[in-house]
């Protein structure tokens, strides 16, 4: 079972090395691995050339991360896919533990396991909120760590593949018309390492993560939870970022949210006020880790 790996990446060559060598080093061996780079202008071209014909790569502008993976996609070979950001790890066995969950659970269209942030230096901050049904959750929350998910490439390709209109949300786009085609099934070991820093698309545009977010849950569901609606709130409103910046719940914030968000679900008002009163015992709980922060 040839399983396909595809890094996008653009001027990435401080964390690149180390990415790279998490997939190249997987007790798998049947992985095919591919690096879209964006043009970098940094040191990445040589270091992919240093890796010789153990990583298939280009290097050459093209329009972001999504339609990077598009193309690498439709180039891989392999039955089972996944992708890994040029800044997050595989941990050593992943690749391994996935295709013997697969062969496991043949109904499954994708399997995932748990992973943990990092700092920008590879520290450990804490466990991604990783779900074991994290599909039947999807309406409300992205409960999966994009780098621990593995999906099989006939449902990828039955789903329609990624969606490069997105910029940063198309990991979740993804995985909700992939749980329309076939279950996901969820590995309770350790897959991956997500780095989080500023350049990242979680914390380096949070107003495009939470407009995509939202829009994804609109475009799929018909509804923006308040929790969303809240997070997004508190962000404009304070400007923190919500993960490094723990950012709490006000007055001023659930009152601000209560427009917002019945403008943005002008369809489902009764629901989304109920949904908003809801918000001073679960924003206090959650404002953290704000529904926000995951998709990316």
Not at 149 to 178: E, K, M, T, V
């Amino acid at each position: 079972m040839l399983v396909s790996i595809v890094t996008p990446s653009y001027n990435m060559a401080r964390f690149l090395g180390e990415t790279i060598e998490s997939v190249l080093t997987q007790t798998y061996a049947q992985v095919e691995y591919r690096v879209l780079d964006g043009g970098s202008t940094d040191d990445t071209v040589e270091l992919l050339r240093g890796h010789g014909e153990r990583v298939a790569w280009r290097s050459e502008p093209d329009d972001g991360a999504a339609a990077a993976l598009q193309l690498g996609f439709a180039e891989a070979r392999g039955s089972i896919l996944g992708w890994l950001n040029a800044d997050d790890l595989l941990l050593p066995g992943a690749v391994e533990a996935a295709v013997a969950a697969f062969q496991a659970h043949p109904e499954a269209v994708a399997v995932y396991g748990q992973a943990h942030w990092t700092t920008e230096e590879g520290a450990l901050i804490r466990p991604y909120p990783t779900e074991r049904e994290a599909a039947a959750r999807f309406h409300k929350v992205c409960g999966i760590c994009q780098p621990a998910c593995f999906f099989r490439a006939d449902a990828y390709r039955q789903a329609g593949g990624i969606d490069p209109a997105w910029g940063s949300a198309f990991d979740y786009d993804l995985w909700i018309r992939l749980a329309r085609v076939g279950p996901f099934v969820h590995v309770p070991e350790d897959w991956a390492r997500s780095r989080m820093h500023r350049a990242n698309k979680t914390l380096g545009n949070r107003g495009q993560a939470f407009e995509e977010g939202m829009a994804v849950l609109r475009r799929h569901f018909g509804y923006v939870p308040a929790e969303w609606v809240h997070s997004m709130v508190l962000w404009r409103q304070n400007g923190r970022d919500q993960f490094y910046e723990p950012s709490h719940g006000s007055l001023r914030s659930w009152a601000a949210s209560l427009p917002e968000g019945l403008r943005r679900n002008s369809g489902s008002r009764g629901r989304y006020f109920w949904d908003w009163l809801s918000l001073p015992v679960a924003g206090r709980q959650a404002a953290a880790t704000p529904p926000s922060v995951r998709p990316t």
